[in-house]
């Protein structure tokens, strides 16, 4: 076997290290700095939309929670008179009737101001947009087509709708 002072190479390169390697090139090097400069560009865009969707989660929560407490508090003066109405039933079954009705225009005055007005009309034409035809009549002297009952008045317009009437419309002529 030969010594190490017979192979003079074996002393300055460790076991099985291949031949030098060549210095990069500038435009190598210009290249490698590149590519970490768009790495690190790449990382910090990331991040900085991981932060974004984070900020906007809390404040979907945030404008949730709000909005909730807002139609809650709109609500809280219909509960109270219903509260009232139980109260003072006196025994006539009209004041009952009556705490009742003025019970239901405050909600519907509720629903309104949120942007649900009542849609309960009756000799318009029918709007499959805002109507649900759950009926059809003979109805003489009236348009085919014309929403002669409204079963159930639909809630909102467009489409800022909770629900359609539910209606009854005239024949169409065969």
Known sequence: MASPAEHPKAQDEPFGAAEETPEPSASERDSDAELIRLEDRW?????DLDNLRKRYARELDRE???ERSRVAGAWLPIVDDLERALAHDSGHPNAVIEGVRTILNQ??????????ARDDQTGVPFDPQRHEVVGVMDVPNTA????????????????NQLRPAAVVVSR???
């Open 43 to 47: 990382r910090r865009a990331v991040a």
């Open 64 to 66: 949730r929670n709000t």
């Open 107 to 116: 909600a519907v005055k509720v629903l309104d101001q949120l942007g649900y």
């Open 144 to 159: 085919p087509g014309t929403v002669v009952e409204v079963l159930r008045p639909g809630y909102g317009e467009g489409g």
């Open 172 to 174: 169409r002529e065969e």
